[in-house]
């Protein structure tokens, strides 16, 4: 069974970066197309960025373009997103999602979900 594992998230000031990376617990990641969501309190969750299987298409939403920068290494089993000028709305949990379609990780329906790793950029 597909599992996503999230990790690099935590406190950071305004205008500093992080980095969140989701690796898949079969080593299989390179299989799939992947994206982050983001949720933040009382808020609906977001696509933010998403990539294709080789890592040669890459997709953002219009807020992160310019700060954000989602990469791939499949040898290495994972896909980071390079969060930089990190404003106090970035503050969210982010989610890590995996599908064969890509289409499905763009639209939010992808069949594979992490728990999640929370973000929080302090103004």
């Known amino acids: 069974q597909v599992q996503l594992i999230e990790s690099g998230g935590g406190l950071v000031q305004a205008g500093g970066s992080l980095r969140v990376s989701c690796e898949e617990s079969?080593?299989?990641?390179?299989?799939?197309?992947v994206g982050w969501f983001r949720q933040a309190p009382g808020k609906e969750r977001e696509f933010v960025a998403a990539?294709?299987?080789?890592?040669?298409?890459?997709y953002y939403t219009d807020s992160v373009k310019g700060r954000f920068t989602i990469s791939r290494d499949n040898a290495q089993n994972t896909v980071n997103l390079q969060m930089n000028s990190l404003k106090s709305e970035d503050t969210a949990r982010y989610y890590c999602?995996?599908?064969?379609?890509?289409?499905?990780?763009?639209?939010?329906?992808?069949?594979?979900w992490g728990q999640g790793t929370q973000v929080t950029v302090s103004s």
């Open positions: 999602t995996a599908d064969y379609e890509l289409y499905a990780v763009r639209a939010g329906t992808g069949s594979f």
């Open positions: 079969d080593r299989a990641l390179g299989n799939y197309a």
């Open positions: 990539i294709n299987w080789r890592g040669t298409n890459t």
